[in-house]
């Protein structure tokens, strides 16, 4: 029994990891005939401590987002696939990626690059794709560096 995926989402953070994930995303899509939600979150978590209410602050980490989800969209166009569409949240990354943004958006798989933190930094604050794993209600492909041992 052949599956077809239509909904793929892809998590953007910046990471070498996430770029791979975005190129094996499109090739996905495109043997799928599927949509590709580009998909970025900016963490807040981080940002109260720093800039509480600062809106400048949050308005130019939004304009960085829509640039690089932007460039994401004309190399998924190049290679062919128009279906595209760009998300961007501001909260928590853990539950909008495994399954707040998914729900709503009707997502079918999820493809994010693997963590980069080491085995102490997770034990600290947890990655996201491990968080993603355990609760993310679709399928859940977590893309690996083949160069990068864990």
Partial sequence: MSHQYE???VAI???YESELAFE???N???RNGAELLLTHVIDTRALQSVATFDAYVYEKLEQEAK???NDYEQQANKKGLLKVKKVIEFGNPKPLLATEIPD???VDLIMVGATGLNTFERLLIGSSSEYILRHAKVDLLIVRDPEKTF
């Fill in 24 to 26: 094996k995303a499109v």
């Fill in 104 to 106: 709503r958006e009707g």
């Fill in 67 to 69: 640039e690089v989800l």
């Fill in 7 to 9: 909904r793929i989402l």
């Fill in 28 to 30: 996905v899509a495109l």
């Fill in 13 to 15: 953070d910046g990471s």
